[in-house]
């Protein structure tokens, strides 16, 4: 038996009137989805631990089988796994987002945090701009280090844990009352929008009409994580695919092997199909038991407030990633149990993330079932079947144990 997580990251989300009542997964085109879930188990999931703040990383964390109270040291931490930053014990590691601020305001506190991403800026734009913040930011004390798109990190040397926010909870407010209280951080941001707003990279955005990367922004403080094993865990030798650090990282702290697709970036505009490609190689040519395909674009739009952009990442997921390795593992004539779920929602309507559980769908090749409920929030709901904790969902994917209902 051969085993599929595919996650849609942020795919959940509530009901909109621009839609008619109904969510963007609802409202998709999801021929594929559809097709399965009338013979698959359809149910929710609650990833988020109670008291935790939701996010991709306790959430994917539960969605493979760790659960957060137990492994989780901090988000950056893990995405410093996948840089493959050497951490100490002394040493905290911090997300360094680069996002765009408004320009008005000559004071920066009264200036507007407008997009988390700028305007999903490339890996190769970010390492020009952190490599000229270098110079007047870097010391022995704060290192900085390259990631992927606008996604970066910087390491503080016997530095401490320090309550900051994540910029895509306070898109469209002013920054002042959300800096972080520690003098050398919040100074650093402040200087950094000085070095960065004229840099020839945002100009040349600024020109092409995309937003500027013109500020530093630190947050999802951690220190060094500790996993066991993956395969030690569940007796199964899985594979990440993912194009973003934090998911990559947690496959590195979990021993499991990952697979870098070309055209891979985390937009709405990655190479799914490459990504469908390289889970169903490994799974049938190499060895692997599981496959773990991260899909970031829903998140993404769902945070850009698109509902377009996120209908269409959502049938993007269907066409371009579950499709296809449905049809591989059918042509190959592989038994196989597939699991697609978002890690947690990520409504339109509020542009970040909430704790409320997720609807899954278990699909298995070697035994279907008779199932009435949509694939969807709702049909999840109706379903009367609920996992109550996380990191109990992949033993119910791999037959070592029963949903909750």
């Not at 509530?14 to 097709?35: I, Q, S, V």
């Not at 930053?85 to 997300?95: A, G, L, Q, Y």
């Amino acid at each position: 038996m051969k085993y599929v997580i595919v996650l849609g990251d942020g795919m959940a989300d509530y009901p909109l009137e621009e839609l008619g009542g109904k969510t963007p997964l609802e409202a998709a085109e999801t021929p594929m989805m559809d097709r399965l879930s009338k013979v698959s188990e359809v149910g929710l999931c609650h990833t988020i631990p109670d008291g935790m703040s939701p996010g991709s990383d306790t959430a994917n964390l539960s969605v493979i089988g760790y659960d957060p109270k137990k492994y989780y040291s901090g988000r950056s931490p893990l995405e410093a796994l996948s840089i493959g930053v050497d951490m100490k014990p002394t040493d905290v590691s911090f997300r360094c987002n680069l996002v765009t601020v408004s320009e008005e305001e000559a004071v920066y506190e009264e200036k507007t945090i407008l997009d988390h991403s700028s305007g999903e800026i490339t890996t190769e734009e970010a390492a020009q701009l952190i490599d000229a913040i270098r110079p007047a930011l870097e010391t022995e004390e704060f290192r900085f280090y390259v990631g992927t798109a606008y996604r970066h990190l910087t390491i503080w040397d016997r530095g401490e844990i320090v309550e900051l926010t994540p910029p895509h909870d306070i898109l469209g407010k002013t920054i002042g009352g959300y800096l972080p209280g520690q003098a050398a951080l919040r100074e650093m941001m402040k200087k950094s929008y000085a070095i960065l707003a004229e840099h020839p990279v945002n100009l040349a955005r600024k020109a092409r009409g995309l937003n500027p990367a013109n500020s530093l922004w630190f947050w999802g403080a951690g220190t060094r994580p500790a996993l066991t094993s993956f395969e030690e865990k569940t007796g199964k030798k899985g594979v990440m695919i993912s194009a973003v650090d934090l998911l990559k990282g947690i496959a590195v702290g979990a021993k499991m092997d990952t697979i870098a697709v070309e055209g891979a970036d985390g937009t709405l505009n990655t190479n799914y199909e490459g990504k469908a490609k390289a889970a169903t190689d490994a799974l049938l040519n190499g060895g692997y038991d599981l496959a773990y395909i991260h899909v970031e674009a829903p998140d993404e739009m769902g945070h850009q407030g698109s509902i377009e952009k996120k209908i269409r990442s959502i049938e993007y997921l269907d066409g371009r990633v579950i499709k296809p390795v449905v049809e591989a593992m059918e042509a190959a004539g592989a038994e196989y149990r597939m699991l697609v779920m978002p890690d947690h929602p990520t409504p339109i309507a509020l542009r970040t993330h909430v704790s409320d559980p997720v609807p899954y769908l278990l699909y298995d090749s070697a035994n279907p079932v008779r199932n009435p409920y949509p694939y969807s929030e709702q049909g999840a709901k109706d379903s009367g079947i609920y996992v109550a904790e996380g990191h109990t969902m992949i033993d119910h994917l791999l037959e070592r144990q029963r949903a909750i209902c």
